[in-house]
């Protein structure tokens, strides 16, 4: 199975700041790496698709980018409701597989 | 509106077995694939399952193979999975997906808490 490492596993940040949340491959995936965000309810909801895809609905604060092992998920100015965990996960090879997630939190 | 709907929350007794549904509506059931993701206590997400209802082919991660079954029944728009001889490591919230074309999970369940205890 391929492994997805997120970093950082935590990550205070402040209103409107921008930040950055990377996540690693064991092994090339091609690009395709889609990140969700979940809220402490439990509620996940799809940001982004084949590593820089927005899902319709998802604010343009959210980008993401990279290739080959290494991708990440941006935010440009965060936003009260941006507060929350993100994963992200890989569709390449089977079985799709998880990060260990990121906890985006209030400083 | 896409909307994954799934049944209430479970307390069962280690070696039981728990059967949990997800009755999709708002899009045509049988044209999408229907997968289940495992969030243990303070953990990430697992991959568990995928059940193609048009055609009942499922696939499964290895890890879960012989622990869950995944069915679907087109007349009532609900996929099912049914987890046996449950032990304490079975606790965890339980999500139905809905994928998109690959593993794209584009709309979520709200999960089902799973709870193993005598």
């Known amino acids: 199975d391929i492994q997805m490492t997120q970093s950082p596993s935590s990550l205070p940040a402040s209103l409107g700041e921008r930040v950055t949340i990377s996540c690693r491959a064991s092994?090339?995936?091609?690009?395709?790496l889609n990140w969700y965000q979940q809220k402490p309810d439990g509620t996940i909801k799809p940001l982004i698709y084949?590593?820089?895809n927005l899902q319709s609905g998802v604010p343009s604060r959210f980008s993401g980018s990279g290739s080959g092992t290494d991708y990440s998920l941006t935010i440009s100015s965060l936003e009260p409701e941006d507060f929350a965990m993100y994963y992200c996960?890989?569709?390449?090879?089977?079985?799709?597989?998880f990060g260990g997630g990121t906890k985006l939190e209030l400083k | 509106e896409v909307k994954l709907q799934q049944s209430g929350d479970e307390l069962v007794r280690p070696g039981a077995s728990v059967k949990m549904s997800c009755k999709a509506s708002?899009?045509?059931?049988?044209?999408?694939?229907m997968h289940w993701v495992k969030q243990s206590p303070g953990q990430g997400l697992e991959w568990i399952g995928t059940?193609?209802?048009?055609?009942?082919?499922?696939s499964y991660n290895q890890k879960f193979k012989g622990k869950a079954t995944l069915t679907a029944d087109k007349s009532s728009n609900t996929a099912y999975m049914e987890l046996s001889r449950l032990t304490s490591e079975d606790s965890a919230v339980y999500y139905c997906?809905?994928?998109?074309?690959?593993?794209?999970?584009?709309?979520w369940g709200q999960g089902v808490m799973v709870t193993v205890s005598s």
């Open positions: 997906a809905r994928a998109v074309a690959t593993e794209y999970f584009d709309y």
């Open positions: 708002g899009y045509t059931f049988t044209d999408y694939a």
């Open positions: 059940i193609i209802p048009l055609i009942d082919t499922t």
């Open positions: 092994q090339g995936i091609s690009n395709n």
């Open positions: 084949y590593t820089s």
């Open positions: 996960q890989q569709d390449a090879s089977f079985p799709p597989t």
